[in-house]
């Protein structure tokens, strides 16, 4: 019996519930119109369903890993599949979807650049966690959008969070011997956060790198982290600031240039005027 | 209407319902691959996949499966809709797969 979509999204959010990633397949094309519709699903070591074949089903599977990047957590794509259709090769187009535990981001210090970046990065879909040693700023009432609030020892500031390579920690603490005892913990581990910021001047950042190099971290590791962190936008206040760490995440993870569209694209330039009429007839 | 909201609708439906899914977009579709919408036997229950751009079209092909139509991939070709200057500005082609949902809410099934 073929799962139909509806049976899926309930094993979608089992997973999700759980905390799994799971990836769901649908086949929307395919000469056999028999096969049209057929799904099937994979989460861990679980699976369900049919696209028509084992050997289909195989090699989704065996894809799905490079279709998908480890640090994404949503994703949505159609691929085409050769396979054996009686004694002749036919194409079968799959459309895959990956769904998994949202992104986290992890706001180290609970002060006035954390409210809005909190805020921003749960616009985003993310999991946010916010941590600082003071109490009255670790406060869950000052980060109503955040699913955690927490008072750590900076000593020991990621204790019992399992970071990884999906995970997002923005460095925003109040003094650079913080971002320091952050940074060394974050960069010893062995898989450490895809995406690592830290705020500050040039020469705040400076004198950090400095106390790395005397800690005996090389260049390579040193450049893992985002610091100063966030885009040139030019904005000063603390939500100005959050947009243009967020712009950065968002740049990490879409690939783009980073640079205005209209530079980008030059509209006017390529079409309008004397010399955009040249390019035109060149396009 | 957040995606999981959708997924849980899809997941208690009651009523026979399609499934409309972006399965491929190219240009500048309104939502993009992925994107969803749930269609009752006489509306659109939850989710869409572009508004005004297109959507119409994919409601009817919604119909045919309430009639016992196959499952198939609907193309929807939004490049034309650019020269009308209609308030819905989009330019993009886009594959929508339509199924039921819940073929075991259906009568006929």
């Known amino acids: 019996m073929n799962p139909s979509a509806a049976q899926v999204a309930a094993r979608v959010l089992e997973a999700l519930e759980r905390g799994q990633r799971i990836y769901t397949a649908v086949v929307t094309g395919a000469r056999d119109p028999a096969l049209i519709g057929r799904r099937w699903w994979l989460s861990g070591r679980r699976h369900g369903g049919s696209l028509g074949s084992p050997a289909l089903d195989e090699a989704v ?125 974050l960069l010893r581990m062995s898989a450490p956060p895809g995406y690592i910021g830290m705020i500050g001047s040039r020469r705040r950042v400076r004198a950090t790198h400095e106390q790395l190099v005397r800690e005996g971290f090389t260049t390579d590791e040193m450049r893992r982290v985002r610091a100063p962190v966030g885009l040139d936008l030019g904005g000063q206040t603390p939500a100005e600031i959050a947009v243009s760490v967020v712009a950065e995440i968002i740049l990490f993870h879409a690939g783009g240039t980073g640079v205005p569209l209209v530079e980008k694209e030059r509209v006017v330039e390529r079409f309008f005027g004397d010399r955009g009429a040249r390019h035109a007839a060149e396009d | 209407m957040d995606e999981k909201e959708l997924l849980g609708q899809l997941a208690t439906l009651r009523e026979p319902a399609v499934l409309a899914t972006i399965v491929s977009a190219r240009g500048s579709t309104p939502r993009k691959t992925g994107a969803r919408m749930l269609v009752g036997r006489d509306s659109v229950i939850a989710g869409t996949v572009g508004g005004g751009c297109g959507e119409g079209e994919v409601i009817a092909a919604a119909e045919e499966l309430f009639a016992g139509g196959p499952p198939r991939t609907v193309r929807v070709d939004l490049t034309d809709d650019f020269t009308t200057w209609s308030p819905a500005v989009c330019g993009g082609i886009m594959d ?14």
């Open chain 1, 61 to 185: 599977a065996a894809a799905v890993p490079a279709l998908f990047p480890p640090r994404e957590s949503r994703g949505a794509l159609s691929r085409d599949f050769r396979c054996q259709d009686g004694d002749r090769a036919a194409t079968v187009t799959v459309y895959i979807e990956l769904h998994g535990p949202p992104a986290r981001m992890v706001i180290v210090g609970a002060g006035h650049i954390a409210i809005p970046l909190s805020r921003m990065a749960a616009m985003l879909g993310m999991r946010v966690e916010v941590l600082d040693d003071r109490a009255d700023f670790a406060a869950a009432d000052r980060f109503p959008e955040a699913a955690a609030v927490r008072v750590i020892d900076f000593r020991d500031p990621f204790a019992d969070m399992n970071l990884g390579p999906s995970d997002h920690v923005v460095l925003v603490t109040r003094g650079h011997s913080f971002d320091y005892e952050c940074l060394v913990r």
């Open chain 2, 96 to 109: 929508v797969f339509i199924e039921r949902a819940n073929p075991e809410r259906f009568d006929d099934s």
